[in-house]
């Protein structure tokens, strides 16, 4: 049985000011201990979010692949953990789109954040034209197919965020969650045998909110939530971990 899993994935906003929103939601998620919570703030929240978290885990939303070097305003893994981060996302959409990054340098920052010990949580998802296109479940194949035959649960997480669904109000039905949701349980299934695919977490993310978070987290494989605009604030992420402790 696969636990719940919420995240917040707070982009490039968030100062000191905000640290109280950090406190409150951790205090939201050590009250839902049956959901597990976490937070991905900016690299210059980190530090501070961790003192303010508690027991709730504060990750990054980047990392380099290379484990130290030249690499002008990068971040290592190993700089991400000795600052308490416990978990970094990587192939983010908006990344791959700002920073041209391919799935090859996802899977790269993801096999480094594995090394140092950091949970991955790996993106993938598809435009509105290939979507269009009746081409999305290639296109997520497309975006995990480098992951190995030893992933397991217990360092990697999986984020199905369509791309056209992100900050826009706009989600897929739930049959076409359900459907995508599905199609990656397979292909995990493929890559890593079937056993340890039931084991790796699907997260859908888009547009979640406190008003579709029921519905969205009880379809059939997903496992939680990777959350943008709501995650920001106490009012709008404590409902959806309480959403993710009933479903
Ligand atoms: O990109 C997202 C999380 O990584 C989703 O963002 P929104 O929840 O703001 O749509």
Redesign the pocket.
């Known amino acids: 049985m696969r636990r719940k899993f919420i995240?917040?994935?707070w982009?490039m906003n968030g100062l000191k000011a905000q640290l109280g929103e950090v406190e409150s939601i951790a205090g939201a998620a050590s009250d839902n201990s049956g959901v597990d919570v976490a937070l991905?703030v900016p690299f210059t929240l980190i530090a501070p979010a961790v003192a303010a978290a508690g027991s709730m885990p504060v990750g990054a939303?980047d990392v380099h692949a290379a484990q130290s070097g030249a690499h002008t305003g990068c971040i290592s893994a190993a700089m991400l953990t000795e600052t308490g981060a416990g978990l970094v996302?990587v192939g983010?959409?908006?990344r791959r789109a700002d920073q041209c990054e391919s799935s090859g340098d996802a899977w790269a920052k993801a096999l480094a954040a594995r090394g140092a010990g950091l949970h991955v949580i790996l993106?993938c998802g598809e435009t509105e034209e290939e979507r269009d296109a009746g081409q999305t479940e290639a296109v997520v194949a497309e975006q995990i197919a480098a992951i190995p035959g030893d992933a397991h649960g217990d360092w990697l997480t999986i984020?199905y965020?369509p791309r056209w669904?992100?900050?826009?109000?706009k989600t897929p039905t739930e049959d076409e969650i359900a459907a995508t949701h599905g199609a990656i349980r397979a292909k995990l299934g493929e890559l890593a045998g079937k056993e340890a695919a039931d084991t790796i977490r699907i997260l859908y993310?888009?547009?979640?909110?406190p008003a579709n978070a029921a519905a969205i987290l009880a379809l059939s494989d997903v496992d939680g939530?990777?959350?943008?605009?709501?995650?920001l604030t106490a009012e709008k992420f404590v409902p959806i971990i309480e959403a993710a402790a009933k479903a």
């Open positions: 995240a917040g994935n982009k991905c939303q996302i983010h959409s908006e993106c984020a965020e669904a992100i900050g826009t109000g993310g888009g547009s979640m909110n939530g990777l959350i943008g605009g709501a995650s």
